[in-house]
Each structure stands twice: as structure tokens, then as C-alpha cells.
């Protein structure tokens, strides 16, 4: 009995060595814009911008692979962090910007059949095979994605009013000086 105890620690030990010596040998270097541009992007998951996420849409832009003005929920404004990141010129948003909204399931449609849940990349709808579902608001992204694979329908798109909780400051808009007039300093 004690042998073999001492057999199974043995091996486990010899085990974990061998795999932190293949995590330090085998590390792969991310590259620090990945993380820079991934964490200006608004991390719906939605895909409307071509990528199946936002870390896939970030290393294409780092790679140099694919445009900054694709993600339509960062709109305008993360269009213009990603230029300033990157040192490009700004270009406007490829689509049309849309307001936030939510997904609402009308639950005496809902049939059960989970395909809502699936599709959701925040698992921001919860429910069971048969049985209603329901979207919990503060976790859903409004990215749309639940809708197309809805049968019935039942899933509406209603728009976020801004109220104090929803209300967010919007950015300053920095004047630029140009070269005819002169900076006054304070």
C-alpha cells in the first residue's frame, strides 16, 4: 500500500516537472499591441465585424490584416481611441452606428428550444429545453446574434433609454490649434 503511494507521488512529481518545463520552453510571447488594441474594443463577442471575437479582430488590426473602423458597438469613438493607439488617421465607421439596445424575449412565444442560448456569445439568456427564456439586461450586449436563429421569432431588439443608471459622460473633444493660431497658455 505505502509502496505504491510512494509510486503515484513519484509519478506525479516527475509529471509536473515535466510540465513546467514545457510551459517555460513552449511559452508563447503575445504581442503587447494584441492586448492594447483587445482592451480598447468593446468586448461584445458579436462578430459584426467579420472576426468571431474581439481578440481575433484585435490581432488582425495588429497584424495590419484588416481595418480599425469595422466594430460597429465601439462606434465613432472607438474608432478614434484605435487611430490615437495606433497613429493613424481616423476613418468613419464602416456601418451605420445603431443605438445600444437589449434583446427582450416576448416569453408566451418563447417554444423552448434553447437555440437563443447557443447563440449567445455572453450567456446573457437563461432558461432550460421546453421551458421559457428570459434575457438578463445587464449582460446583454445587444450584438444581435440571438435573432436569426430564433424559429418563432420571438426576440425584439429594444433600444437602451438613457436614464441615470444607463447615462455616461461622453468625452471631451480637445480643440486642435492650427499653425495661424497662436496657443495661449495659463
Not at 51 to 76: S, W
Not at 92 to 111: F, H, M, T
Request: proline residues 11%; hydrophobic residues 40%; negative net charge.
Amino acid at each position: 500500500m505505502i509502496g505504491a503511494i510512494v509510486v503515484m507521488a513519484t509519478i506525479a512529481v516527475l509529471l509536473g516537472a515535466i510540465l513546467g518545463y514545457a510551459a517555460v520552453k513552449f511559452r508563447v510571447e503575445e504581442n503587447p499591441l494584441v492586448e492594447k488594441i483587445d482592451a480598447i474594443l468593446p468586448q461584445t463577442q458579436c462578430g459584426q465585424c467579420g472576426y468571431p471575437g474581439c481578440k481575433p479582430y484585435a490581432t488582425a488590426i495588429a497584424a495590419g490584416e484588416t481595418e480599425i473602423n469595422l466594430c460597429p458597438p465601439g462606434g465613432e469613438e472607438g474608432v478614434a481611441k484605435l487611430s490615437e493607439l495606433l497613429g493613424v488617421e481616423p476613418v468613419p465607421l464602416a456601418v451605420e452606428p445603431r443605438p445600444k439596445a437589449v434583446a427582450v424575449i416576448i416569453e408566451d412565444q418563447c417554444i423552448g428550444c434553447t437555440l437563443c442560448i447557443q447563440a449567445c456569445p455572453v450567456d446573457a439568456i437563461i432558461g432550460a429545453t421546453k421551458q421559457m427564456h428570459t434575457v438578463i439586461p445587464e449582460q446583454c450586449t445587444g450584438c444581435e446574434l440571438c435573432l436569426p436563429p430564433c424559429p418563432v421569432d420571438c426576440i425584439k431588439m429594444v433600444p437602451i433609454s438613457e436614464t441615470l443608471r444607463t447615462w455616461k459622460w461622453k468625452p471631451p473633444q480637445t480643440p486642435v490649434a492650427t499653425p495661424s493660431e497662436p496657443k495661449v497658455l495659463i
